[in-house]
């Protein structure tokens, strides 16, 4: 092995973990997988680790990492907390407290003075009845945790749906938000290493069809430099309040009083997926970079523009990509099931003009 590498165990072995072993397998590093099965996309790039023999697949993980890291901010503290014990595990567990429950995040947020919706945590009818006629209405009823690309959520615009929104979300503690008046939604991706180094991509537009992301150009366009620092300076103080190693990305609301924080995750994110060839480093690379304490890599664009697709559902004609001399094509070795991830297209173009004629050409893709 060289000077430098690591030996580096993952917590889930879906496509985020695919990917980061695919961006550190050049860099010399190892990777081991703590999934489902045999048959997760990650499964064939290294040491697999089934949970269904949890005791003896995880000390055996953590034998041969390293360092851990995670691709779900789902992810049991817990077990994350067992792990730290013998292991570094990055993002650490503060990282993981935060962000997996939407109450905590939204209180981190006014914390720090991050702008962001009302908000009122409820955990019963009753207090959701209240909670409507505090925040007022429309507004958006979230389960508190693992809610994920529009699942566990409901839109309230009337009172005669509260009850409803309660039974749809299954009973259960939730988050309702005030709705906020947005112009487009936008997204940043920041890193940290270990010797708190920190690195910042450019804010990229997000477009989204039924709760997952189906769009994303990067950067975004008309974005001043006042706004991309102040996206910058709410990063680096959630960065440096949670002394958060690996990849932090923040989901945000552009609005005419400026930027108002959504959502946050602790990991690689389908929203910097056009780093792949969009940017000089990926967010893959820079996230094992960061957790193996290795200087990190150049986040400016390669070119003018980058796009990623989502690719939902179907494959489709996957040939029309292939076709294509600045698109690029990942699939995730899963099969195909309505609303299920199955990979990405993405595209660099240098200009306006030419970006949209390539999204043009990828239209089945998007709804």
């Known amino acids: 092995m060289t000077p430098f590498s690591r030996r580096v165990g993952i917590l889930g072995a879906g496509q985020l973990g695919r990917m980061l072993a695919m961006a550190g397998y050049p860099l010399g590093h190892k990777f081991g997988f703590y999934g489902l099965n045999h048959d997760e996309p990650a499964a064939m790039l290294g040491h697999m680790h089934l949970q269904s023999d949890e005791a003896h697949s995880l000390s055996q993980l953590v034998d041969f990492s390293e360092v851990i890291t995670y691709e779900s901010e789902n992810t049991s503290i817990e077990l994350l907390e067992k792990i730290s014990q013998t292991t570094p595990v990055y993002p650490s567990v503060t990282s993981l407290y935060y962000s997996q429950h939407r109450a905590r995040e939204k209180a981190l947020f006014r914390e720090l003075d991050i702008p962001c919706a009302p908000y009122s945590l409820v955990s019963n009818l009753a207090e959701l009845h209240q909670a409507v006629d505090m925040i007022g209405l429309p507004a958006i009823l979230k389960t508190s945790t693992e809610g994920y690309d529009g699942k566990g959520q409901f839109v309230i615009k009337q009172t005669d749906q509260i009850e409803q929104a309660w039974s749809s979300i299954g009973e259960r503690e939730a988050v309702l938000e005030g709705f906020v008046e947005f112009k487009r939604e936008l997204s940043i991706i920041a890193v940290r290493n270990t010797d708190n180094q920190q690195v910042y991509y450019p804010l990229v537009e997000n477009q989204h069809h039924e709760g997952i992301l189906r769009l994303t150009i990067a950067p975004a366009q008309q974005i001043s430099s006042t706004i991309q620092q102040q996206a910058e300076s709410y990063m680096q103080a959630l960065l440096n309040k949670m002394d958060h190693i690996g990849v932090l990305t923040l989901e945000l609301f552009e609005t005419e009083a400026g930027l108002v924080a959504n959502e946050m ?67 995730y070795d899963k099969t195909e099931r309505t609303g299920r991830k199955l990979g990405h297209i993405n595209v660099v173009a240098h200009s306006e003009a030419e970006l949209q004629t390539s999204l043009k050409q990828l239209k089945t893709w998007m709804p």
């Open 265 to 331: 995750a602790p990991r690689v994110h389908n929203s910097g997926h056009w780093t792949m060839e969009g940017a000089q480093t990926s967010q893959f690379e820079n996230h094992i970079r960061a957790i193996s304490g290795l200087p990190l890599g150049a986040t400016a664009p390669r070119q003018a523009l980058a796009a990623m697709v989502n690719i939902i559902g179907q494959h489709g004609d996957i040939k029309t990509v292939l076709q294509m001399p600045n698109a690029f094509l990942h699939l």
